[in-house]
């Protein structure tokens, strides 16, 4: 099942089951608990990112690909860093260059995210999916210069402006996904491609990914896992692309369908 969160035409906001005609059903109950797939066919007037995370946990250099363009080690454990759920943005909504605390280099990174269904602790891989809602697309947009000179040696500060992590259009339930290590994952920016590659690169699949967070750590329901970029980022390009006003990103995952987001400004 694909479960989209939209507003209706007076901006209330459903839950709703996306429909191979296009039609949505809304979903009465709570999707990280019971719930149930009504019959109610819905206007849509505008599709959100498709959850409120309550935490956003997100994997770095995580493709082997990715790693030998960066110059970087191969990691021996998930290498585990955060982002603001603040940042969460919605489908055709903009990315927001930041101009209060500036950045010249902001970057895009498409990922596949992982959504938790029900608190998770001292996973083992063979039960991993178990735990799992579905999964959706994802864009770690990263001001790179805050990423590396100006926030500490942390990465948080880079990862966390606002409208840093658009989400969507769905979450494709476990059972529909099929494999997850074993999906297409595109990057366009103004219809060029620069991203071109598959979850199988990954060196921590997504069971390994989710059973390293769960160890002596609970997942709270509603946690989105960002489980790494492929190669291609602006920075490893020369010269570097970084993410300009009027640029469209748009993100494609095989089975989840397409993110898109414009480029402006921050107000």
């Not at 603040?86 to 260059?97: K, M, R, Y």
Request: hydrophobic content about 40%; some cysteine.
């Amino acid at each position: 099942m694909k479960i989209v969160r939209f507003l209706d035409s007076v901006g209330r906001v459903h839950y709703g089951a996306l429909q191979p005609d296009g039609a949505v059903f809304r979903i009465e109950g709570d999707i990280l608990g019971n719930y149930t797939v009504t019959r109610q066919a819905m206007a849509v007037a505008k599709i959100l990112a498709p959850i409120v995370p309550t935490a956003i946990l997100c994997i770095g250099l995580n493709y082997r690909r990715h790693a030998a363009e960066t110059g970087a080690k191969t990691p021996e454990f998930p290498v585990l860093f955060f982002k603001n759920p603040a940042c969460v943005q919605n489908p055709d909504d903009p990315i927001e260059l930041p101009r209060h605390l500036a950045s010249g280099e902001v970057d895009y990174e498409a990922e596949l995210a992982i959504v938790i269904r029900q608190r998770a602790k001292n996973v083992s891989e063979a039960d991993a999916l178990k735990y799992v809602l579905g999964f959706t697309a994802a864009n770690d947009v990263s001001a790179r210069d805050w990423q590396k000179q100006w926030g500490g040696s942390q990465w948080c500060r880079g990862k966390s402006f606002d409208t840093f992590c658009p989400l969507g259009p769905a979450i494709v339930t476990v059972d529909e996904i099929g494999n997850p290590n074993q999906l297409a994952v595109q990057t366009r920016v103004n219809n060029e491609i620069l991203q071109q590659s598959n979850t199988a690169d990954m060196i921590f699949s997504v069971e390994r990914i989710i059973a390293f967070l769960s160890g002596s750590t609970t997942l709270l329901p509603g946690t989105v896992i960002l489980t790494g970029t492929p190669e291609g980022v602006g920075m490893a390009r020369k010269p570097p692309r970084w993410l300009a006003e009027q640029d469209r990103v748009r993100i494609e995952i095989d089975r989840i369908g397409v993110l898109e987001n414009p480029v402006i400004a921050e107000p």
